[in-house]
């Protein structure tokens, strides 16, 4: 059980479903020290995981939840399709790897991982885009994919897996749950973000801590956090946390899994996160998929 005072807070998805709102995502981390940290954050009141097939983990995933004792239904798993799995086959034999890899019959919140793909023409691009997504909607209605999303893409990308040939909306074309995109103070993201709202879509932010050089040991970021006797890291999340966003948090060691979760018992200031706002340098460190057909 987590500890009193842990429990995750929650948002709800345009599915009606409820999703925590502070995730362990596990990009770039495998074998036993992804083993250990996930099992740590499980017995610390973790409950949402961030995994991927292009993460090549999810069967660790799976170990560790079966290692850490809280029941399955206790926990929200979020997977990925990988760029070379777009189109309705091979869409449909990655979700079912996928499901297998982790060890359960379903998905919390499945998620294209970005927009580009195998398609050697802007039409084909899209065009196997729009199978995968088609796949996806239907794993969705049948329970095996709880919610369905997407993960870096531009607003135009989101419209185009929702139209049909004529322009217009599919007939129960099903609106993403999630947009995961990278997200802080030196990239806010703020077109994706305004569109997201407007669509009642939720942006899911990662890179919060770590993925912009310098943000840590900002002059700004830093006089917030002594202000609040947090670290910047903490900062950082709740900065994304304030821009009613989810946020990934990603770390192997102990007290830094444990610190990444203490994020719920402050607040910044409007004027805090105005001054955290004014940082916007669009200093992206991971995918831009803005010339992405």
Known sequence: ?????????????????????????????????????????????????????????????????????????EIFLTSKLWCTDHGTEATYDAILASLAALSTDYIDLYLIHAPTNLGETDEEIRDLRQQSWQVMEQLHAAGALRSIGVSNFEPRHIEQLLRGTGGSRREGAVLPAVNQVELHAYLSQSDIREYCEAQGILVTSYGSVGAASGLLDDPTVVAIAKSHGKSAAQVTLRHSLQRNCAVLARSTAPQRITANAELFDFELSE?????????ERAQRTYWDNSEVP
């Open 1 to 73: 059980m987590p500890k009193p005072g842990w429990e995750e807070r929650s948002v709800a998805l345009n599915t009606g479903a409820s999703m925590p709102a502070l995730g362990y995502g596990t990009y770039r981390l495998e074998g036993e020290p992804l083993r250990r940290a996930l099992v740590c954050a499980l017995q610390q009141g973790y409950r949402h995981i961030d995994t991927a097939a292009g993460y090549e983990n999810e069967a660790v995933v799976a170990a560790a939840i079966a290692e850490s004792g809280v029941p399955r239904e």
């Open 271 to 279: 004027e805090e996160v105005r001054q955290l706002d004014a940082l």
